[in-house]
């Protein structure tokens, strides 16, 4: 449990300053974990990033529970992301207990400035995995085409088909460059422990809209719905809001205007979007004990992810010590650099950057993140306080 308290800890630090989304939160993550404590290295990083790229439901914060089991196994994951969405999670039940006022966000200068924050982190990110993962011409080939791809024609299927012919473009380049490895890795374990967590995974998925349907509990019913948008999209917290808007607001357990108030909020705070899910579940319930609510549909929104992480990780560390699995891997994490890379011009700049000034002030937080190491924490509070000045 030690080691758990120590994962805890650091993912709860993390979870107060790592705001800029998910992507953001990869380079948050390899910053902490692979440059500063050294838990794991790029190339086993880039080979979570790349399998939880497959997996359905928030992708940074199942890269968060993967790094957790690797270092303090299930106790470290669970720490891993309790630590990581508590802050969020907190920020986000209060202010539908009212604590804060919904107001225009988009003009808080305070929010402009990690904007900016975010395209210094992710650009960091991106050039320091580049560096690992792309060492030849081929693998700078493939991550350069795959952002263009993406650049050109974006979405969530088109990522993972980018991942894909990636890794199989590795196949073809690297199979006879690698010699097979009789290594199994740390931390793998039986394949039947690992099928009972699918099995539990499919279960629920479809036993729980069953239940709802037949005992017509609307505790069931939120679960189900939460449950369900999670397991089945890809692309992250803001593809899955709109399937969440769909599940409540016609159903009048929420207005139009709460949900885009939350919305709204979930912008501003660090951690993870999916935290956005207490808010519903506390904002769908009334008096003093809300905060249940939206502590089952937080449960149920992250619970796929843990399932779906614990079940597929053991397979993937058996896979990954195989010299062809090594060479698909060569080509995918390839691919998964040029899909940040991507995503570092959009989303990161486009909605970040818009003058001179704003261009100059991440060009100087990518400076003294790169070059002076100075820790993310203060980049954070440094660009969130030129924020007010830069708009």
Same mark, same amino acid.
């Given at each position: 449990?030690?080691?758990? =308290?120590?994962?805890?800890?650091? %993912?709860? $630090?993390?979870?107060?300053?790592? %705001?800029?989304?998910?992507?953001?939160?990869?380079?948050?993550?390899?910053?902490?974990?692979?440059?500063?404590?050294?838990?794991?290295? +790029?190339?086993?990083?880039? +080979?979570?990033?790349?399998?939880?790229?497959?997996?359905?439901?928030?992708?940074?914060?199942?890269?968060?529970?993967?790094?957790?089991?690797?270092?303090?196994?299930?106790?470290?994951?669970?720490?891993?992301?309790?630590?990581?969405?508590?802050?969020?999670?907190?920020?986000?039940?209060?202010?539908?207990?009212?604590?804060?006022?919904?107001?225009?966000?988009?003009?808080?200068?305070?929010?402009?400035?990690?904007?900016?924050?975010?395209?210094?982190?992710?650009?960091?990110?991106?050039?320091?995995?580049?560096?690992?993962?792309?060492? +030849?011409?081929?693998?700078?080939?493939?991550?350069?085409? *795959?952002?263009?791809?993406?650049?050109?024609?974006?979405?969530?299927?088109?990522?993972?088909?980018?991942?894909?012919?990636?890794?199989?473009?590795?196949?073809?380049?690297?199979?006879?460059?690698?010699?097979?490895?009789?290594?199994?890795?740390?931390?793998?374990?039986?394949?039947?422990?690992?099928?009972?967590?699918?099995?539990? #995974?499919?279960?629920? =998925?479809?036993?729980?809209?069953?239940?709802?349907? *037949?005992?017509?509990?609307?505790?069931?019913?939120?679960?189900?719905?939460?449950? $369900?948008?999670?397991?089945?999209?890809?692309? &992250?917290?803001?593809?899955?809001?709109?399937?969440? $808007?769909?599940?409540?607001?016609?159903?009048? #357990?929420?207005?139009? +205007?709460?949900?885009?108030?939350?919305?709204?909020?979930?912008?501003?705070?660090?951690?993870?979007? #999916?935290?956005?899910?207490?808010?519903?579940?506390?904002?769908?319930?009334?008096?003093?004990?809300?905060?249940?609510?939206?502590?089952?549909?937080?449960?149920?929104?992250?619970?796929?992810?843990?399932?779906?992480?614990? &079940?597929?990780?053991?397979?993937?560390?058996? =896979?990954?010590? $195989?010299?062809?699995?090594?060479?698909?891997?060569?080509?995918?994490?390839?691919?998964?650099? &040029?899909?940040?890379?991507?995503?570092?011009?959009?989303?990161? %700049?486009?909605?970040?950057?818009?003058?001179?000034?704003?261009?100059?002030?991440? =060009?100087?937080? %990518?400076?003294?993140?790169?070059?002076?190491?100075?820790?993310?924490?203060?980049?954070?509070?440094?660009?969130?306080?030129?924020?007010?000045?830069?708009?």
């Amino acid at each position: 449990m030690r080691g758990a =308290l120590e994962v805890g800890l650091a %993912f709860l $630090r993390l979870g107060c300053v790592a %705001f800029g989304g998910p992507v953001a939160h990869l380079g948050y993550l390899r910053t902490e974990f692979v440059e500063r404590r050294k838990w794991l290295d +790029d190339a086993h990083y880039g +080979d979570l990033v790349a399998l939880c790229q497959f997996l359905p439901g928030p992708g940074s914060s199942q890269v968060v529970f993967a790094v957790g089991m690797q270092r303090a196994g299930l106790p470290g994951a669970l720490a891993a992301s309790l630590g990581f969405t508590l802050p969020s999670a907190l920020l986000m039940t209060a202010f539908a207990y009212g604590v804060a006022e919904a107001s225009d966000l988009g003009q808080a200068g305070w929010l402009h400035g990690l904007k900016l924050a975010a395209v210094a982190v992710v650009a960091q990110a991106v050039s320091a995995m580049g560096r690992k993962l792309c060492p +030849d011409r081929a693998r700078v080939t493939l991550a350069a085409l *795959a952002a263009a791809v993406l650049l050109t024609v974006p979405g969530a299927l088109v990522q993972l088909g980018v991942i894909a012919l990636g890794g199989l473009a590795g196949y073809v380049l690297y199979r006879g460059a690698i010699p097979e490895s009789e290594r199994e890795e740390a931390g793998a374990r039986g394949h039947g422990p690992a099928l009972s967590v699918l099995g539990i #995974f499919f279960l629920l =998925l479809v036993g729980l809209p069953i239940l709802a349907a *037949a005992f017509g509990s609307r505790e069931l019913l939120i679960a189900d719905s939460f449950y $369900r948008a999670s397991s089945l999209v890809f692309g &992250g917290g803001h593809v899955v809001l709109p399937l969440l $808007r769909a599940e409540f607001v016609p159903r009048g #357990f929420l207005t139009d +205007d709460q949900f885009l108030a939350g919305y709204g909020a979930a912008q501003a705070i660090p951690g993870p979007l #999916f935290s956005f899910a207490g808010y519903l579940g506390t904002t769908m319930a009334t008096g003093a004990h809300a905060w249940l609510t939206g502590l089952l549909a937080l449960l149920s929104i992250f619970l796929p992810s843990w399932l779906l992480v614990g &079940g597929a990780l053991p397979f993937w560390h058996r =896979l990954r010590s $195989r010299a062809w699995a090594q060479a698909v891997l060569f080509g995918a994490n390839a691919a998964v650099v &040029g899909v940040l890379l991507a995503a570092l011009y959009t989303p990161i %700049f486009t909605d970040g950057v818009r003058g001179p000034r704003d261009l100059a002030a991440a =060009l100087v937080a %990518f400076v003294l993140l790169e070059h002076w190491r100075a820790p993310p924490w203060l980049i954070v509070a440094l660009t969130a306080a030129a924020g007010q000045w830069l708009l």
